[in-house]
């Protein structure tokens, strides 16, 4: 019974320590932690980066290439963030219209809305 309250202890602590991260600082602080190893604090930051708007576009290169991230959530959250951004992400028009065939369809509706807040004319067949 007196390893009842250890093994409890452990398993807390180890639930915690599973806890999603969340991103926090200033645009270049944001831009590192999307290059982290946690999935969970690349997708805060891509999702906080949107809420700096059109202030967050030294981030586009960064936001460009998670467009690519294994983690769906990165993805979609780093779409949005480009139309958050808006005119100023022009450049990555071409990685946008890529995601808008992703195959994980919040992805595609995520990257064709960034496609219509940057102001881009669609590609062929729609895109």
């Known amino acids: 019974m007196r390893s009842f309250p250890f093994l409890l202890l452990v398993l807390l602590a180890g639930g915690c320590s599973n806890?999603?991260?969340?991103?926090?600082?200033?645009?270049?602080?944001?831009?590192q932690q999307l290059e982290s190893g946690d999935d969970s604090l690349r997708a805060s930051a891509a999702e906080v980066l949107g809420d700096r708007g059109p202030e967050a576009k030294a981030a586009v290169p960064a936001l460009t290439l998670a467009l690519r991230d294994e983690y769906e959530l990165v993805r979609e959250h780093a779409a949005e963030t480009l139309g958050q951004i808006g005119p100023d992400a022009q450049a990555a028009i071409p990685a946008l219209r890529l995601s808008a065939q992703d195959g994980v369809p919040q992805v595609r509706e995520a990257a064709l809305e960034a496609l219509r807040r940057i102001d881009a004319k669609p590609a062929k067949g729609g895109l």
Request: proline share 15%; hydrophobic share 30%; no cysteine.
């Open 19 to 31: 806890q999603p991260k969340t991103a926090s600082g200033d645009v270049p602080e944001l831009i």
